[in-house]
């Protein structure tokens, strides 16, 4: 490798050979797999020494194991031998985590792995080996009247001569063993350029041979506008599909940098859960992708071409599709009332719940202060406009974070005076799930939320709003969850359209007269056979959408199966209604009460993107279970935003 010399004279590689060296990285998931696999060797090996110097008679391992098999109830020693292999298995996986996430050490060098194996062996043998080996085993022994030869002093024991070369031998064998996998199978190679790795260096090679120097007129370009559930759907599954196919180049955009579990937004808004436990970073997504923080501008369906801009500077990039996924999400629909527009408040977005709740929390602060009657009324009085999930989640959850406040600490606020008021306009709320509306309906009112049906809002002022029948409703805040319109730029395209502006689309999710474009969730209409309706743009199509259309980008980039046609007919649905009551219909059988609001949480729970953020939702909810409800406003966050 030719190298330049620096301003001390001595070489070092140039701009461009740093750029086309990959920066190598290792992963934790393959690293601990390699823990597992090394210590089951290394426990073979650990145990083989110890029933060698037990039959050479300078221990009793053979009285360990019949101890240890006591401990679960048996006489057989195979069941001493399993628990003491599936022990140190533990322990093993353990300390390689540890060392990992802690220490940032990897075992791509045999010395680390050697180190790491002698360090860990001792550490387990000082701190659990012998300990348990006189608190537990001796003990043991003596009561079962078996014989055990002295370790130390205290006559307790293994002797430690031998228990210290066994653990070496598991220590040193599951780090030299994790060391040789890593080297051969733990690496990813990751591009400094395009920031997409790969797990072979020659699918790096040949990546850098197609994009870097001179192109391929056979590299294929896979395009995702958004980064929702159809759009981080569709990218987690191609990057599986394309992991080493250094001919396929597949780019994300997104004008959000993070994914949203929107279902639990209302969650968010009064409390339950931390904004960052349900948002992810859409990098942390792209291992085989390159994403881009910008907005689309436009999209030449023509001359498979995007225009878009970057969130930072709003500079201008075109980018150039073999494949393109319209996946941007919707937008609110006003149903061109500019009142509502103006005032009224929305939520569908982080920004949008974050503002929520500073609204709420803003205003019990006001009222607790405001000895007009009147005035303080309309302060804690909440609007919530539409009878779907939406607007049934956020009014249960709005409720419920309100009355509990006012008792616990705005002492100049009677709970009772707080008015919930929710407005449909259809006979009844939640149509999705049929007579279980009617309950929800029935506990919703009997926990003191207001139910206004067929009825629509007229308009929206800063202090009151208007319904169609000429009711003035004394409200400071009213939240809009009328619906979704497709995004701006899908609307513009010249195709053919449904309701809402959503793009028509093919049984098998193309664009009709593109079936190199394919248009997902909120972007799509298409007609369910069965129903004879349009598929709703919810969270469950949008993901089984994504499973399609990712398998048909496939099929065509590697010409080796037909397109496979959208059919999905619902498991069921369900809602939470405030109060730890919930209403589900799943597989036909109805649920309703704490059972439905426990399976409602663990579902969406089962929907977080990673472990990590299931772990933190988690451990909120069980937080807010014993403890109350914080009223901590975030900073000047904005109360309303324009565009919805």
């Excluded at 904004?275 to 501008?297: D, G, K, L, Q, W």
């Excluded at 959208?566 to 730890?580: L, P």
């Excluded at 451990?619 to 009223?631: K, T």
Aim: some cysteine; aromatic content about 8%; charged content about 20%.
């Amino acid at each position: 490798m030719a190298k330049s010399k620096d301003a001390t004279g001595s070489t070092a590689p140039t701009v461009r050979q740093t750029l086309d060296t990959p920066r190598v990285n290792y992963s934790l998931r393959r690293e601990v797999a390699f823990v597992v696999l090394g210590s089951l060797a290394g426990a073979m090996f650990m145990h083989a020494s110890l029933i060698y110097d037990d039959a050479a008679g300078g221990s009793a391992y053979q009285t360990t194991l019949l101890v240890m098999a006591q401990i679960l109830g048996s006489d057989i020693l195979g069941v001493g031998f399993a628990l003491h292999i599936g022990v140190a298995t533990c322990i093993g996986i353990a300390a390689g985590v540890i060392l990992y996430k802690a220490f940032g050490i990897n075992f791509s060098h045999i010395h680390v792995g050697f180190g790491y194996g002698v360090a860990v062996g001792l550490v387990v043998l000082v701190v659990f080996a012998i300990p348990v080996s006189s608190i537990v085993i001796a003990p043991a022994a003596q009561r079962l009247d078996l014989a055990m030869p002295e370790m130390g002093p205290d006559g307790s024991g293994l002797p430690l001569v031998s228990m210290a070369v066994a653990h070496v031998i598991w220590g040193t064998s599951v780090g030299i063993i994790a060391s040789l996998l890593t080297r051969s199978f733990g690496a990813n190679y990751r591009c400094h350029r395009c920031d997409i790795e790969f797990s072979k260096r020659s699918t790096y090679t040949a990546h850098v041979s197609h994009i870097h120097k001179g192109g391929s007129a056979s590299l294929r370009r896979i395009l995702i506008l958004g980064g929702g559930y159809a759009g981080v759907g569709v990218l987690r599954r191609l990057q599986k599909e394309f992991e080493d196919a250094a001919d396929v180049g597949i780019s994300i955009v997104s004008e959000d940098n993070y994914f949203l579990s929107t279902p639990l937004l209302a969650e968010m808004a009064t409390g339950h859960v931390e904004p960052r436990h349900i948002s992810t970073p859409i990098r942390t997504f792209c291992r085989r992708a390159r994403y881009y923080h910008a907005s689309v501008e436009s999209i030449d369906l023509e001359n498979r071409r995007v225009s878009i801009s970057h969130v930072m500077d709003g500079r201008s990039r075109e980018m150039d599709y073999d494949y393109l996924v319209l996946a941007l999400g919707g937008r609110t629909n006003y149903r061109g009332n500019k009142s509502i527009e103006d005032n009224a408040m929305t939520i569908k977005t982080l920004e949008d719940a974050l503002a929520l709740r500073n609204r709420i929390i803003s205003m019990l602060e006001s009222a607790d202060q405001e000895e007009d009657i009147e005035l303080q009324s309309s302060m804690t009085t909440f609007l919530i406009v539409g009878g779907g999930f939406s607007g049934v989640e956020t009014a249960g959850a709005i409720h419920e974070f309100v009355t509990e406040s006012a008792q616990r600490y705005y002492r100049n606020i009677e709970p009772s005076g707080i008015r919930v008021i929710l407005v449909s306009a259809i006979d009844g709320i939640l149509p999705e799930i049929g007579e279980l509306g009617a309950y929800a309906e029935r506990t919703m009112r009997r926990r003191g939320i207001e139910i206004l049906t067929k009825t629509k809002l007229e308009s929206v002022g800063r202090d009151s709003a208007t319904l169609q029948d000429g009711t003035v409703i004394p409200a400071m805040t009213t939240v809009w969850a009328g619906g979704v319109l497709a995004s701006p730029v899908v609307a513009a395209l010249d195709a053919e359209h449904g309701p809402g502006d959503r793009i028509a689309v093919d049984e098998f999710l193309h664009l009709r007269g593109h079936k190199d474009v394919y248009a997902l969730g909120d972007c799509a209409h298409l007609i369910d056979k069965k129903t004879g309706r349009p598929y709703p743009p919810t969270a469950q199509n949008a993901i089984r959408q994504a499973k399609v259309a990712a398998y048909n980008i496939t099929a065509s980039a590697k010409r080796q199966a037909a397109p496979r046609p959208f059919e999905y007919s619902s498991v069921g649905s369900m809602a939470a209604i405030g109060g730890r009551n919930g209403v589900a219909q799943i597989f036909g059988i109805k649920l309703t009460g704490i059972l439905a609001w426990i399976l409602w949480r663990n579902y969406y729970l089962s929907r977080l993107p990673s472990v990590e953020k299931r772990i933190r939702v988690a451990i909120d909810w069980l937080v807010d279970m014993y403890v109350p409800s914080d009223v901590t406003r975030l900073g000047n966050i904005r109360e309303k935003r324009g565009t919805g």
